[in-house]
């Protein structure tokens, strides 16, 4: 069983930054990839950017590339998504998951662990 947790959330105004960690546990992780999800009220959750655990490819949507970067530190089995330029679009709950296998890197059934989420609230 995989446990991941985030941390990091919080309130910040348009233009900051703000920084998301997960920390994986479970006996012997191990995962293809992990990813960042997001879920604003009243909308569905939506991919954000994942990065694969043994060569660290980087994917993003188009909504976050170039403000947004995902990396990972094996080691520590923590995986980190650092955001700039924040928008009031950007508020939500953000989640962690983990992708055990190849598969489409947007679908979030294709991921078989999720954290709890944490809020990340961007103010005009």
């Known amino acids: 069983q995989v446990q991941l947790v985030e941390s990091g959330g919080g309130l910040v105004q348009a233009g900051g930054s703000l920084r998301l960690s997960c920390a994986a546990s479970?006996?012997?992780?191990?995962?293809?990839?992990m990813g960042w999800f997001r879920q604003a009220p009243g909308k569905e959750r939506e991919f954000v950017a994942r990065i694969t655990w043994v060569l660290g490819g980087t994917y993003y949507a188009d909504s976050v590339r170039g403000r947004f970067t995902i990396s990972r530190d094996n080691a520590k089995n923590m995986v980190t998504l650092n955001m700039s330029s924040l928008k009031p679009e950007d508020t939500a709950v953000y989640y962690c998951?983990?992708?055990?296998?190849?598969?489409?890197?947007?679908?979030?059934?294709?991921?078989?662990?999720w954290g709890q989420g944490t809020q990340v609230t961007v103010s005009s």
């Open positions: 479970g006996r012997a992780f191990s995962t293809y990839a």
């Open positions: 998951a983990s992708q055990p296998r190849s598969g489409p890197m947007a679908a979030a059934t294709s991921y078989s662990y």
